[in-house]
């Protein structure tokens, strides 16, 4: 179904994307998580139960990231945004920076981001590329101590009126390299309008690949950048 120019599109991404830059994705065969278990490093329990570890678990993380670069998937995704004359909206549940330093800026972080801070004292939300740790100071208030800005399990993920909004409205809903394990990311399927163009791209079929018209197996360098190219190339004509 060929897409008009002024056409909205909204994009998901899950970890998929960033596997090829070399980030491991969360669901991996062995179900751990960069050798930690979820639920020990990724919860609100977890963070009070061991600020020490979670704060390790971030910084390993964080650190990770200057050792990755953004790959052809990442780049397309710039390409398209930069050339669509119409509405586009990339959310992203992945926390690293990876779209980011692409140079996309149509872009929300749902799980919030690696290089951010958030201060448990004022709430007030900072860029943070070094190491975290419970001696950690907000650069804001100057007192309160600091917790990765990361959506943990449990808590509410962010801009969520916003993303449902441009679900809503979109003409193309193209989920890229997420299981369809998580919610809300998961159902986002279910939130497009009737007449709404739905495509996965993925290595394998999600959890949720049934809801999806099309379904494109392959890897996200592969099959993004070509995908870029044929709605580019169908809405110049
Ligand atoms: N190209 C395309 N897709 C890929 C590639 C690749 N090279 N490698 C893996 N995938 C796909 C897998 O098939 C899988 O569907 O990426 C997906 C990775 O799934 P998950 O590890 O579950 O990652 P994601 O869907 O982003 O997880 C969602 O869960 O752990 C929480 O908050 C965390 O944001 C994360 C959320």
Not at 138 to 163: N, S, T, Y
Not at 181 to 201: D, K, N, Q, S, Y
């Amino acid at each position: 179904m060929r897409l008009s120019p002024a056409a909205r599109i909204v994009i998901l991404t899950g970890a998929g994307i960033s596997a090829e830059s070399g980030l491991r994705t969360f669901r991996a065969a062995d179900g751990l998580w960069e050798n930690y278990r979820v639920q020990d490093v990724a919860t609100p329990e977890a963070f009070r139960r061991d600020p020490a570890l979670v704060h390790r678990f971030y910084n390993e993380r964080r650190r990770s990231l200057a050792t990755v670069q953004p790959n052809a998937a990442h780049r397309a995704l710039v390409r398209l945004e930069r050339a669509w004359a119409g509405d586009i909206l990339l959310v992203t549940q992945n926390v690293d920076d990876l779209h980011d330093r692409a140079g996309s800026k149509r872009l929300l972080h749902m799980h919030g981001e690696l290089l951010k801070g958030r201060c448990l004292g004022c709430q007030a939300i900072h860029s943070w590329s070094k190491d975290m740790g419970q001696d950690s100071r907000c650069p804001a208030c100057g007192r309160g101590p600091v917790r990765p800005h990361i959506v943990w399990f449990g808590e509410m993920p962010l801009a969520m009126d916003q993303i449902f909004e441009a679900l809503e409205r979109c003409d193309l809903f193209l989920a890229i390299g997420t299981s369809g394990h998580v919610h809300p990311a998961a159902g986002f399927v279910e939130a497009v309008g009737p007449g709404t163009r739905t495509v996965e791209l993925n290595l394998q079929p999600s959890l949720v690949a049934s809801a999806f018209r099309e379904v494109r197996q392959g890897k996200a360098k592969d099959l993004v950048p070509a995908f870029v190219e044929e709605l580019l190339e169908d809405a110049s004509h």
